[in-house]
């Protein structure tokens, strides 16, 4: 929660920091009354404290690691001539140009370079391969990267600035390489191993898209997945066994325990022994490039392991939200990661309800046991997961039970092969036949999950639920919960009506849309695309445009305003512009540039920076920076 509100109050950290050594102080205080003269303490007045005192540490960690407070950050020097930078990681071929990343060492301004952080999305054209541990002089300047420009629209500023990146910078040419990287960090080298070992699935697994799932499975490396291959993942519902995460981790995990039982070695022997799994575990999970479903799993698993050296058996909802707190100290906005929050909703999901929905039946034989297991994990991951899912990408896949039976066993014969392939990838005749099974192995996994995005509404699209509705859907499933575990009927009676409240919420925001009388002018990179909310319907012109822009600038704000069919928009050409006539009997002009509003009583705004603002003089509207929304009166 401290994490949370930081950004939006943003006061001098050092009142936080008072605010926390003061609860610090009377907690201590309380509790040295509590143990010595036995004075009871409130039972309200105690765990409040401690909440408190939780929430001013994530305020205060989120205040330390926000790079905007570092006086000598990119974002609080301006404009520069030219800089010095270290080069992040590995070039990444674009359409247009090669990607890396930047982190800045100095800046030159006025003549002189001066020291300076920061880091930069860098584009560039140069000639040279850039590698992890190259030192560069760059010239130019960087430029903030721009919040989005139209409603609904992918947030990529917001999204970049969570990971503490403010800047990109397409340079061109303009890069001079200063030095190799001879005396890399350990991060650069273990990037260096990651992409042998991509060389290495590359040369041994010879169909394309065997070789980008391996890729990816493996490795958690989806940058070269083709849209065909990913959209049949998502469709199926198996996108999250190419996500490395509990499942992979949980395999390794799981190896060294089926070869060896730490439980009957002695205490300094099983010390030693679970050392070596922890170690082989991140060594694995900062091979694949510490994802947040990777860090959860690899956390809760030392966690695990470290209690077992002890011969513990540590309680899994204590391992869960430990693992969260020390994600969290480590980077505070690594809770805004769409990764982290998925990780988290599913396995809590899988702890909730899998018992319950197990528990439903239980076959009497092996085989249909072990599948209906994976059925009820299925089940309760989705029931967990789907309200993050429609919030953030709008689509449920329907036949996920189907798919999991399928990718889940698959994903695990893969790793059983995958993992030894790339432990092995020097050997050449070895790599080629365990190159071979990984191929094969994944071909029939990709025909299986592939056969599912042609059954027939293989998954719902344009689907939408607010931020409040996402939680209510929550509330629902926990009431539920809470009346079969407990039997009590006053969990039922509040999960209906909060499924009653969440219906006429619903049906209001429905009747709304046949009040609504709003035009849209999209800011796209070429044509025109506009949208007349009227009467409960859309009616849109639209002059050619790539189906990107189409797909992530003007769709994400129809299915906010849940209506995707669309009728057209009347017009005709006239004195050189075309004339608009909208539903209403009213008309409006465009031309090449602006549109005019013919003087229609209204009321318009420009979206910048996230949020509408209103614009006094409207008679004629330049088109181009951003969108625009225009509201009838």
Not at 550 to 570: E, G, S
Request: charged share 15%; proline share 5%.
């Amino acid at each position: 929660m401290g994490v949370i509100v930081y950004p939006q109050t943003k006061p001098g950290s050092e009142f936080a920091l008072v605010l926390l050594f003061a609860g610090f102080g009377m907690y201590g205080l309380m509790l040295i009354v509590h143990r010595i003269y036995r004075i009871p303490v409130s039972n309200v007045v105690f765990p409040f404290l401690a909440y408190l005192m939780l929430g001013l540490a994530g305020f205060q960690l989120a205040s330390l690691k926000d790079a905007r407070n570092d006086p000598v950050h990119l974002v609080n020097t301006g404009p520069v001539v030219a800089y010095l930078a270290e080069v992040q990681q590995w070039d990444e071929q674009k359409p247009n140009s090669v990607a890396n990343a930047l982190k800045i060492l100095a800046i030159k301004r006025e003549g002189e370079m001066i020291p300076a952080s920061g880091k930069i999305q860098f584009y560039h054209r140069s000639a040279q391969a850039l590698q992890p541990g190259d030192v560069v002089l760059v010239k130019g300047s960087p430029e903030r990267i721009p919040s989005p420009k139209n409603p609904g629209e992918f947030d990529y500023a917001s999204f970049m600035a969570n990971q503490q990146v403010f800047h990109s910078h397409f340079a061109g040419d303009s890069v001079t390489l200063l030095s190799r990287g001879r005396h890399a960090k350990l991060s650069h080298k273990i990037a260096a191993i990651r992409n042998h070992l991509l060389g290495k699935i590359d040369h041994f697994v010879h169909d394309p898209a065997s070789a980008q799932i391996a890729k990816a499975l493996l490795l958690g490396q989806k940058n070269d997945l083709e849209t065909e291959v990913s959209d049949a993942y998502v469709t199926a519902g198996a996108m999250h066994v190419l996500a490395v995460s509990g499942l992979h981790v949980g395999i390794i995990y799981g190896f060294f325990f089926l070869l060896w039982k730490p439980q009957r070695l002695k205490r300094i022997k099983r010390a030693v022994f679970l050392s070596v799994v922890i170690l082989v575990i991140w060594g694995y999970a900062t091979l694949t490039g510490l994802s947040p479903s990777v860090l959860r799993a690899a956390t809760m698993f030392t966690i695990m392991a470290l209690s077992q050296i002890k011969s513990r058996n540590p309680s899994i909802y204590n391992s869960l939200a430990l693992s969260a707190l020390i994600l969290v100290m480590y980077d505070p906005f690594i809770i805004y990661s769409v990764g982290f929050q998925l990780s988290y909703a599913a396995l809590t999901g899988i702890l909730l309800f899998q018992p319950v929905i197990a528990r439903v039946w239980t076959p009497m034989n092996r085989w249909v046991h072990y599948f209906w297991e994976i059925t009820a994990v299925s089940i309760a991951a989705q029931l967990a997961t789907f309200p993050l899912s429609l919030y953030y990408f709008n689509v449920f896949p329907t036949y996920f039970l189907f798919s999991n039976l399928v990718a889940i066993p698959g994903a695990f014969l893969v790793m059983s092969v995958g993992i030894p392939f790339l432990m092995l990838s020097s050997l050449s005749g070895l790599a080629a036949f365990l190159g071979y099974v990984v191929n094969i192995l994944i071909f029939w996994l990709n025909k299986a999950v592939f056969s599912l995005q042609y059954l027939p509404s293989a998954k719902l699209e344009n689907l939408y639920l607010s931020v409040w509705e996402m939680v209510l859907f929550w509330g629902i499933l926990l009431l539920l919960y809470g009346f079969v575990i407990d039997k009590k009927k006053n969990y039922l009676r509040a999960a209906v009506l909060v499924f009653a409240f969440l219906c006429v919420t619903k049906a209001w925001i429905h009747l709304k849309g046949y009040w609504k009388e709003e035009l849209y002018i999209y800011q796209v990179r070429k044509g025109k695309v506009i949208d007349y909310f009227y009467g409960g319907r859309l009616y849109t012109y639209m002059e050619e445009i790539p189906e990107e822009d189409f797909q992530y600038q003007v769709l994400p704000n129809r299915i906010r305003n849940r209506k995707t069919r669309t009728r057209p928009l009347i017009h005709q050409e006239k004195g050189g512009g075309r004339e608009l006539f909208l539903p209403n009997n009213k008309s409006v002009r465009l031309e090449e540039e602006t549109i005019n509003l013919n003087n229609l009583p209204c009321q318009v705004a420009v979206y910048r920076s996230g949020h509408w603002e209103n614009v006094p003089d409207h008679s004629t509207l330049s088109m181009g920076n951003t969108a625009i929304k225009i509201n009838f009166k």
